[in-house]
C-alpha cells in the first residue's frame, strides 16, 4: 500500500503557512472564522443601541449568535463533504 499524502513536518511551518493550509484543507473553518468576527463586530456596534437590556442577556445572545454562526458554517462544511463524497462522486473506468 503506497502512502500518497507528502510527509510534512508541521513543526517547521509559521502561523501564516498554518493558515494557508487549513483554509485549503476545510475552507468552511475559515468561512466559520470570518462570521464569527463578523457578529462579534455587529455585537460591539450594537453595544451603544441595546436600550434596556442588560449587559449579560446581550452578552448571552451574542454568545449564541456567534457560536450559532460557526456550527452552521462547520455544518454546511460537513454536508458539502460528505455529497461530495458519497453522492456525487465520479466513477472511476
Given at each position: ?62 454568545r449564541v449568535a456567534a457560536q ?26
Open positions: 500500500m503506497s502512502n500518497t499524502q507528502p510527509i510534512f513536518n508541521y513543526n517547521d511551518e509559521s502561523q501564516a503557512e498554518r493558515l494557508t493550509r487549513k483554509s485549503k484543507d476545510s475552507p468552511f473553518m475559515i468561512i466559520g472564522i470570518i462570521g464569527l468576527i463578523g457578529v462579534c463586530g455587529f455585537g460591539a456596534y450594537k453595544y451603544k443601541h441595546r436600550g434596556q437590556m442588560s449587559t449579560s442577556v446581550f452578552l448571552m445572545q451574542l450559532g454562526t460557526v456550527v452552521s458554517a462547520l455544518t454546511i462544511g460537513l454536508a458539502y463533504t460528505l455529497a461530495k463524497e458519497h453522492l456525487f462522486k465520479e466513477k472511476k473506468e
